[in-house]
């Protein structure tokens, strides 16, 4: 059974746009864009530091959250919020059963960025194998780069255009029923409702899944958006095995982080050379760090007020297939 919010909290941005915290509505850029920036930019300056003393890097472009048992584990990880909510999606009892009796489950996640949760989930689930597909190229160059070659269980697929491109152009690379979980987690889709994309994402995963497999997917996302989501899903035949409200862990995770990212986009600007031209160079600069800030819902912007007044939900939902072998 799932638990959903009841409706929309009512959000009105508090001076964002005036105020220069962030505000960046999803007319204003593509997710093509946008994340060709993003890891572009993480994969340019390899590790930098955190508050911890730890070197990193930023892999995880994950909010996360710190409501839950498991994050002790790694708490003096700088990314530990990002292992947190990867590990997440294979908590839920019934798949922790499911693949107890299971000789290495495969899965796949569609929208991996660098596969750093894939990374993460072959050592939480022993014997695992996992495809990390997604549409960002340097995402899948870090993705070999810094996991596979480390990581003979993980494999790294690029898809130009990304799964269920144009409604359902781009099919994954992936054989029928072969799968026992397919994986997304805080990606770019359904971002603001269900559309035609969606719709062709969702037929691949039943398409891929085993008939006794499993659909996890957790972000924050409007509530509208999430009743939509599980309303098609039940639809086309998948049955809820579980749901979890992670939003105020979520906003808390946000807080402990903020240090972190602070050092980050210090280190961002301080690194590429453009960022110290006179009077363009510091505009430039600050430009990138607030879009990553933005993006990773760092305290005062706009993202993360959604996330504080309940606008936006921070959910892990578990579905059981509906595929026929």
């Known amino acids: 059974m799932l638990t959903l919010p009841t409706e929309d909290t009512p959000f009105e941005p508090?001076?964002?746009?005036?105020?220069?915290?962030?505000?960046?509505?999803?007319?204003?850029?593509?997710?093509?864009?946008?994340?060709?920036?993003?890891?572009?930019?993480?994969?340019?300056?390899?590790?930098?530091?955190?508050?911890?003393?730890?070197?990193?890097?930023?892999?995880?472009?994950?909010?996360?959250?710190?409501?839950?048992?498991?994050?002790?584990?790694?708490?003096?990880?700088?990314?530990?919020?990002?292992?947190?909510?990867?590990?997440?999606?294979?908590?839920?009892?019934?798949?922790?059963?499911?693949?107890?009796?299971?000789?290495?489950?495969?899965?796949?996640e569609i929208g991996s960025g660098t596969g750093a949760g894939g990374d993460w989930l072959t050592k939480v689930v022993p014997g695992s194998t996992y495809v990390a597909i997604d549409m960002q190229m340097a995402a899948i160059e870090t993705c070999r780069d810094l996991h596979a070659r480390h990581n003979p269980n993980l494999e790294c697929l690029w898809v130009e255009g990304g799964v269920g491109r144009n409604g359902g152009d781009t099919a994954a690379p992936i054989a029928d029923h072969s799968v026992d979980v397919v994986v997304i987690s805080e990606t770019?889709?359904?971002?603001?409702?269900?559309?035609?994309?969606?719709?062709?994402?969702?037929?691949?995963?039943?398409?891929?899944?085993?008939?006794?497999?499993?659909?996890?997917?957790?972000?924050?996302?409007?509530?509208?958006?999430?009743?939509k989501g599980v309303e098609h899903l039940t639809?086309?035949?998948?049955?809820?095995?579980?749901?979890?409200?992670?939003?105020?862990?979520?906003?808390?995770?946000?807080?402990?982080?903020?240090?972190?990212?602070?050092?980050?986009?210090?280190?961002?600007?301080?690194?590429?050379?453009?960022?110290?031209?006179?009077?363009?160079?510091?505009?430039?600069?600050?430009v990138g760090a607030q879009l990553i800030k933005n993006f990773y819902r760092h305290p005062g912007t706009h993202m993360y007020q959604k996330m504080v007044t309940g606008y936006d939900s921070y959910m892990q939902l578990c579905f059981e297939s509906n595929a026929k072998a």
């Open 235 to 286: 639809s086309v035949g998948f049955k809820p095995c579980g749901s979890r409200n992670h939003t105020l862990g979520a906003v808390q995770a946000r807080d402990e982080d903020a240090a972190r990212v602070d050092m980050f986009t210090d280190h961002l600007v301080d690194y590429f050379w453009g960022s110290h031209v006179p009077y363009f160079g510091p505009r430039c600069g600050n």
């Open 14 to 108: 508090q001076g964002d746009k005036a105020s220069g915290n962030g505000t960046v509505n999803e007319g204003d850029y593509t997710k093509d864009s946008i994340y060709a920036f993003f890891y572009a930019t993480y994969r340019a300056l390899g590790k930098a530091p955190s508050p911890v003393g730890i070197d990193y890097q930023f892999t995880f472009n994950t909010w996360g959250f710190s409501d839950v048992p498991w994050i002790k584990k790694v708490e003096e990880e700088p990314q530990r919020h990002g292992k947190a909510a990867y590990q997440g999606l294979v908590e839920f009892e019934t798949i922790k059963k499911a693949l107890a009796g299971r000789k290495a489950p495969k899965f796949v």
């Open 188 to 227: 770019h889709i359904a971002e603001v409702d269900i559309g035609p994309e969606e719709i062709a994402i969702f037929a691949e995963i039943t398409r891929m899944l085993k008939p006794d497999g499993f659909f996890v997917w957790g972000n924050a996302l409007p509530t509208h958006v999430w009743h």
